[in-house]
C-alpha cells in the first residue's frame, strides 16, 4: 500500500502473516523471550521466530546488522 508514514512491526512470525505481507520487506529471527521460563516453553524456544515488517526497504539499513 502506498503510505507516506514509515511503519515497522513485529508479530510471531507465521506463514500466514509473512503471505498476507508478502509486499512488504520482511525480516525474520529468532527470538528468546525471558518472562515465561517452563520446560514446555524452553523446549520449543528453538522453533520460535520474529517476524519485522516495514512499508520501506529496512534491508539497506544498519538494523540488519544487529539480527
Do not use: G
Request: hydrophobic share 35%; no cysteine; proline share 3%.
Amino acid at each position: 500500500q502506498d503510505n507516506a508514514s514509515k511503519i515497522l512491526i513485529t508479530y510471531d512470525s507465521n506463514p500466514t502473516l509473512r503471505e498476507v505481507w508478502d509486499s512488504w520487506p520482511q525480516v525474520e529471527w529468532d527470538l528468546t523471550y525471558t518472562f515465561h521460563s517452563s520446560k514446555v516453553y524452553r523446549a520449543a524456544e528453538s522453533k520460535r521466530k520474529e517476524l519485522l515488517l516495514a512499508n520501506y526497504n529496512i534491508l539497506d539499513h544498519s538494523l540488519e546488522a544487529f539480527l
